[in-house]
């Protein structure tokens, strides 16, 4: 799970939202700080952007770079402490910013924020940071006027004493270059003025470049001092990471045995009632202290502070957790498991399942609710005899028995009128379905998935239906009732086409919210992460509105309209690429008939700096280059010279990133050396070069380097620690350019990778249904390729159809599906309803349907004749 989605599920039940929207200001329900509210002073100006509000004297203009200094504070005090760093800042005229709301500074210092941004909730712009200037007075009029304050540490940072104040060195203005990983990061510009990445990790960390003043030189000299070097325990790797501390794997050096550490720190990693890390902690010391001498907890051995972080030594448990274990043992992972397998998985689950379940009343006839129960927190000893349960940091008395949930795994958790032993048995109720069929986060939208997950589990592995049935009673209790089916009589199933065509569309529609600024179609999360993400193609009205008109379903004029008056002023900061920004949106607006409006954002990509973008075809010069040559070849004249001119260029960096630069940090379609080859390819169509078929074999070898076959499950490409058979990032992807490829040129190595890749689009079993992430992909790549026997192709698809039907959550009674994490649904074309819709269209329509720049398939070498 990522937890970054988590703070985009608390405005709205249905769709991941910005946690705090300007709109909000005008809520009277206390949302914002009194600073907050009200028009700017008189000299002031202010601007809301993400989850800041800032102040800036009239005519001021921040410095690009240079010492800034954040404020941090804790749930309790922020009102005071913003009061005073607020009038402190206006009566100096200096420029600032804060988080203005208590729910979004809670969201900042939750359990799963990020750790880099924790604690900042107040960010201060220095005039001139010299040590003659206002940066050092500042800072210790600051720290003198927050003497005693409280706050979470700010981990990217220098702490200024013990106080709430900190600074680094770091951006004022808002610039971007390429990361290591090629992607958009926030830059600085070093000596030589080349932009270079600001680092914002958890450490502080200063550019070689840039010497501190002295008067920061015991701050330095007093953060070097602190560390684990008296502590009775030597480190040795780190288990876990969350904004309220970590978890780690020491060595006890009294007794040299091993054992788990656990930190907190305080005023971080804030849970839903307010408590920070080391409250939490402290419930789980006197949790296990009422659990002692249970074999399926993990022994306590003591408690200990080093400055202000809390630790635990606990029992260092052998085995697995139990979500590792059930991944290597899953069947459904293979593309036809057999009847051995599945029933050998079923009584492994049964007897998991028993243990935790004891486990669990052992727990509760202590006292104690766990709470907090899920596969992460179970840990599974080596021979499958014993379950532990771990992490007791929510636990309490039973007899609260009003008293809900305040940390919960997406998957686990309980509804709101859950309360006090309940909350336990309804994790466990999602355990018993989860083993079968992991996607109990469904939940969170739609409990009443619960009966076709019973039903599905049952049809697949030799488990009764009826044995299900009291886990789907317990999760469904208190949810809306529906029909026998699990789902609204009116929703229609997604293989009846094209009924379920127009029924998204209308889901589609009724999620219109015309009258937003920030995006037409709820989404992903990505909508949020840069001014365009609303319009664009890949999450927001620019793919939604493609993906109608490619399949032939109804329009949304109000969308429309929506885009096109967007457009005319695209927002600074907006980038130029495909999926992301301008290019994309432009060619929409074209293939929609909308040809003046593309060729003036066609003029904006043109006039970008192009060589500082990435290569890929999300967001960089393939995606561009792809758009460009097409809005060329629907004009005449300057505009179209221009365009291909610009076009010639993107491609040209394009052979570049091939030939002369390093491996892309990822593989696959969008991100990787696969999308550029999909260039070379549809140029090679247009052109006849062979050069080109050359550049795209070896774009497509290096994503293939990147590939391993899974064991039973076909090719696929590693990312990180994952293995990722998708479309977008991962082994389908490649496989649908080798197939372009193939239909030119006849190439041993390639025929054998599609092959290789094939079991790994017809897998029994995927999480997420979605076009780039999700079965939704597969769909489309087993519905175009011509690679493999074509039945077993169309069974494939036809289990992969009854996979999405199972994973669909209608909204307001039509057909709609979950986005990225299955937390909340999502309209937009990666992620959700409209990447489904184009997905099955491709399957189901009577005519071929498929991605930008992805036309049908010729066999192989029966290729048109090449253009130009």
């Known amino acids: 799970m990522n937890p970054e989605y988590a703070a985009y599920c608390q405005t709205d039940g249905d769709f991941y939202d910005a946690p705090l929207r300007p709109a909000d200001a005008d809520t009277p329900d206390g949302a914002l700080y009194e600073a907050a509210r009200g028009p700017a002073p008189e000299g002031w100006t202010t601007a809301r952007s993400g989850d800041w509000l800032s102040f800036l004297p009239t005519g001021v203009t921040l410095r690009p770079q240079g010492w800034k200094i954040h404020v941090s504070a804790a749930v309790d005090n922020a009102e005071s402490v913003l009061r005073r760093v607020h009038a402190h800042c206006l009566e100096r005229g200096v420029p600032h910013k804060f988080v203005p709301g208590p729910r979004l500074l809670k969201l900042r210092n939750a359990k799963y924020a990020d750790r880099a941004g924790s604690g900042k909730f107040i960010t201060v ?6 040590d003659e200037a206002s940066f050092p007075q500042l800072c210790q009029e600051l720290a003198a006027l927050l003497a005693g304050e409280h706050g979470p540490y700010v981990l990217s940072d220098l702490r200024i004493g013990d106080g709430p104040v900190h600074v680094r060195y770091g951006a004022f203005a808002a610039r971007y270059c390429l990361s290591a990983d090629g992607r958009p990061v926030p830059a600085i510009e070093d000596p030589d003025g080349t932009l270079v990445p600001d ?61 788990v550490l656990k930190e907190a720190r305080p005023h971080a990693g804030l849970g839903t009632d307010g408590a920070d890390a080391v409250t939490r902690l402290d419930r789980e010391r006197v949790a296990l202290e009422q659990l002692a001498g249970l074999d399926c907890v993990p022994a306590l051995l003591e408690s200990f502070d080093i400055g202000d972080h809390r630790f635990l030594a606990l029992e260092h448990v052998p085995g697995l957790t139990l979500n590792t274990v059930m991944a290597r043992r899953y069947p459904l992972s293979l593309a036809n498991p057999s009847t051995e397998a599945l029933a050998d998985y079923a009584a492994w689950v049964e007897r998991t399942y028993e243990r935790v379940e004891r486990a669990v009343e052992r727990i509760h006839a202590r006292g104690l609710v766990f709470s907090d129960l899920h596969m992460s927190n179970i840990m599974v000893s080596d021979d499958g005899e014993r379950v532990t349960l771990l992490d007791f940091e929510a636990a309490f008395p039973v007899e609260q028995d009003q008293r809900r949930q305040v940390v919960a795994n997406p998957a686990f958790v309980a509804p709101a009128d859950c309360t006090g032993i309940d909350i336990d048995r309804y994790a466990l109720a999602c355990l018993r379905l989860a083993l079968l069929l992991p996607l109990t986060t469904l939940f969170m939208v739609d409990r009443d998935r619960a009966p076709r997950l019973a039903r599905y589990a049952a049809e697949t592995f030799p488990v009764a239906e009826s044995a299900l049935l009291p886990a789907v009673r317990r999760i469904q209790r208190g949810a809306p009732s529906v029909d026998d089916a699990g789902a609204p009589a009116q929703a229609p199933r997604i293989d009846d086409w094209p009924r379920s065509r127009d029924s998204m569309a209308r889901a589609i529609a009724a999620s219109c919210t015309p009258g937003r600024d920030d995006r037409c179609f709820p989404g992903d999360i990505a909508q949020f992460a840069n001014p365009a993400g609303g319009q664009s193609f890949g999450y927001g009205a620019a793919g939604v509105l493609y993906a109608l008109h490619e399949t032939g379903a109804a329009t949304c004029p109000e969308a429309l309209a929506w885009l096109l008056d967007r457009v005319k002023a695209p927002a600074p900061g907006t980038l130029p690429g495909f999926h992301d920004g301008l290019a994309g949106i432009a060619w929409t607006l074209d293939r929609l008939g909308h040809r003046a409006e593309a060729t003036e954002l066609a003029d904006l990509v043109v006039r970008q700096p192009l060589e500082h973008l990435p290569a890929d075809l999300h967001g960089g010069v393939a995606g561009i280059a792809l758009a460009l040559y097409d809005l060329a070849g629907n004009r005449t004249g300057t505009d179209a010279a221009e365009l291909a001119a610009a076009a010639d260029r993107c491609l040209e960096l394009a052979v570049r990133a091939v030939t002369d630069g390093p491996p892309a940090a990822r593989a696959g379609l969008l991100y990787g050396a696969s999308g550029l080859a999909l260039l070379f390819v549809r140029r090679y169509e247009a052109t006849g070069d062979p050069a080109l ?113 199972l994973q669909a959550t209608p909204y307001r009674g039509e057909l709609a599906f979950p986005g990225e994490q299955l937390m909340r649904r999502s309209m937009d074309l990666a992620t959700g309803t409209a990447g489904c819709l184009l997905a099955l269209g491709s399957a189901l329509g009577d005519r071929p349907m498929s991605l930008p720049f992805v036309p049908p398939l010729t066999r192989a070498h029966e290729s048109t004749p090449p253009r130009g």
């Open 125 to 130: 712009y220095p005039r001139d940071d010299t």
């Open 199 to 259: 680092p914002r990790g958890p450490r502080f960390t200063l550019p070689k470049w840039v010497t501190p003043p002295a008067f920061l030189r015991p701050h330095l000299e007093a953060r070097a001092a602190v560390g684990t070097t008296d502590m009775p325990y030597e480190i040795q790797g780190a288990l876990h990471f969350s904004n309220g501390g970590g978890v780690y794997r020491a060595r006890c050096t009294r007794t040299g045995e091993t054992v």
């Open 693 to 805: 078929l050359d550049l795209a074999a070896t774009a497509l070898r290096r994503d293939l380097e990147r590939c391993k076959p899974a064991p039973g499950d076909g090719l696929h490409v590693v990312e990180g620690r994952r293995l990722m058979p998708y479309l977008g990032a991962g082994s389908a992807g490649v496989a649908l350019v080798i197939d372009d490829y193939l239909s030119h040129r006849a190439d041993e190595q390639f025929t054998a990778a599609r092959t290789a890749i094939e079991p790994a689009l017809r897998c029994a079993f995927y999480i997420q249904p979605s076009l780039y992430r999700g079965i939704g992909g597969f769909v489309l790549q087993l519905a175009r390729t011509h690679a493999g026997d074509p039945a077993e192709r169309r069974r494939a698809i036809d289990r992969h159809l009854r996979l999405m039907d």
